[in-house]
């Protein structure tokens, strides 16, 4: 079984929450498998909780309530105060242990001087869980400290307080566990911190297998930034949008607005000169550059190179038209994002260009076709079960190495290892440019630096809630440009897309 981050970790709980299992059902089920685990090690006697004030100290909690139903005599000591408890799941269960008064007892140690040594044949460490990072500080350091001065036999639940979940390293000080109760799955620094996990149980809770399967709101929360206060212009990506032409103006365009809803800093289009003004009165917000001409020619390079040189992403494509003069400058274009390592989205006739290349890229890229483009791209007509056709974009992905995002009524994405799948949107996503919408989110990821398969992942999540709410509003008269006011709460608030049932 694969270890998994405390990220991913995280991005599920959101998942299986999505799906309906809620955060209180989950930490019921590590709470007592943690209990179940102590209750085969010692049928009865004292056990003594160390619990924090975070999700996993409500661990703890839950594991206490079922030691003391199961005949122990428990302590539990509450680490930095009362007051301090403020998550609803983590509230609950101390609620829950307050009504115990007799046969679970309490002390709330709220500072450092507080923190008693209470001996008893299991210690359970429920102090800090997978979301710590950096030394650890008062109280919880003097918490630990006294943890190992004790000599019961140890119990930590998930990881060992002061064990960095993900790299193994140790905070300063760790609490030196005989056993690890870890949930769903292995995380990665345990492997690595044997000396302080001890023996590692791998126990489930209940997530649903779809949490990993499907994207979901967890996948966001993953790819989700925050501007730091001295932020500087630019730091949040430089997109640059290669593409329309006389006819098809709107594409780049919808691509550009997308992307700066999604968080980018600033995007630019590059686009035949007719296109260009065009643009450049649909919004004071894109910055666009005209291409002399009536399409993509290879003699745009000397203009093309600079951009893409200052750009963080690029998207080739979208409106682009497949004219000889396009064909002959898309491998230039591309071997300029390779030159320049710089990620690259393609998109509709982007990727009718890229086909005939049949090569691999050579720097991170996403290809985001429907049905008939993967046929055109792979000489494949994807057809079968969902799993069936999964691994048919899986090879595909692979061969081209590239992240696939193939848009169908459940998107299926793969980096050519991962497969992941989407349900959101419906049938009110064929009006034309929601897929130029998509492009936009996907590319607006890459320019602030997600990776291509988790920006993909999150980025069909996004596009299909956002038209589920749109059609709640709109029906079946929505637009494409209706998504676009959705986008900036939806990444916010992802599980916002339960509100458009």
């Not at 409500?58 to 594991?63: F, K, L, Y």
């Given at each position: ?5 405390a ?20 930490m ?5 498998a ?20 975070g ?34 799941v ?6 829950a ?27 359970i ?9 950096g ?29 960095d ?15 690890t ?12 911190a ?24 967890g ?59 065009a ?17 993509l ?38 071997a ?36 008939g ?48 799948y ?7 996503m ?35 809630s ?36």
């Amino acid at each position: 079984m694969k270890p998994i981050t405390a990220e991913e970790m995280v991005s599920l709980e959101a998942n299986a929450e999505y799906l309906g299992v809620s955060l209180l059902q989950l930490m019921e089920c590590a709470g007592k498998a943690v209990a179940d685990l102590v209750g085969n090690l010692k049928p009865e006697g004292k056990v003594t909780v160390y619990a924090g004030n975070g999700r996993n100290g409500g661990d703890g909690m839950v594991a206490a309530r079922h030691l003391a139903s199961k005949g122990f005599h428990v302590t539990l000591i509450l680490v930095g105060g009362e007051e301090r408890v403020t998550d609803p799941v983590v509230s609950a269960n101390w609620r829950a242990l307050k009504a115990m008064t007799e046969s679970v007892k309490l002390i709330i140690a709220r500072d450092s001087t507080q923190i008693p040594l209470i001996e008893a044949d299991i210690i359970i460490d429920a102090l800090l869980g997978i979301g710590v990072k950096g030394k650890l500080k008062p109280p919880i350091l003097q918490a630990v400290k006294a943890v190992n001065r004790l000599k019961g036999f140890k119990v930590a639940v998930d990881v060992p307080t002061g064990v960095d979940a993900d790299t193994g390293e140790i905070l300063g000080k760790a609490v030196k566990a005989n056993v690890t109760v870890t949930f769903h799955r292995v995380k990665t620094g345990l492997t690595k911190a044997r000396k302080y996990a001890g023996k590692i149980h791998v126990v489930d809770i209940g997530i649903p297998p779809e949490a990993e399967t499907y994207a979901g709101p967890g996948d966001v929360v993953k790819v989700r930034r925050t501007r730091p206060s001295d932020a500087h212009k630019g730091d949040f990506g430089r997109l640059l949008v290669i593409g329309g032409s006389p006819v098809y103006s709107g594409a780049p365009a919808l691509a550009a607005l997308a992307a700066l809803e999604t968080g980018v800093d600033l995007a630019y289009i590059a686009a035949p000169r007719e296109a260009g003004l065009a643009i450049s009165s649909y919004s004071p917000n894109l910055i666009t550059f005209k291409l002399e001409g009536e399409c993509l020619s290879p003699k745009h390079l000397k203009l093309l190179r600079p951009l893409v040189e200052r750009c963080t992403a690029l998207i080739l494509g979208p409106g682009l038209e497949t004219k000889k003069e396009s064909l002959r400058a898309l491998p230039r274009i591309l071997a300029l994002s390779e030159i320049y390592g710089k990620p690259i989205l393609l998109d509709a006739d982007g990727l009718k260009l890229f086909a005939r290349l049949g090569r691999k890229a050579k720097t991170a890229c996403v290809l985001t076709p429907h049905r008939g483009e993967f046929k055109l791209l792979t000489g494949v007509e994807p057809s079968g079960s969902l799993e069936e056709v999964g691994e048919e974009v899986r090879k595909a992905a692979e061969r081209f190495n590239a992240t696939i995002l193939l848009k169908a009524p459940v998107d299926i994405i793969s980096d050519g290892a991962r497969v992941k799948y989407n349900k959101t949107g419906g049938p009110a996503m064929t009006a034309g440019g929601t897929g130029d919408v998509l492009a936009g989110i996907v590319g607006g990821f890459l320019a602030m630096g997600v990776q291509p398969f988790e920006a993909a992942v999150a980025g069909a999540f996004i596009n299909g809630s956002v038209g589920d709410l749109a059609y709640k509003r709109k029906g079946h008269h929505l637009k494409a440009t209706d998504l676009l006011p959705e986008i900036p709460s939806l990444i916010e608030n992802p599980m916002k897309h339960l509100e458009a049932f």
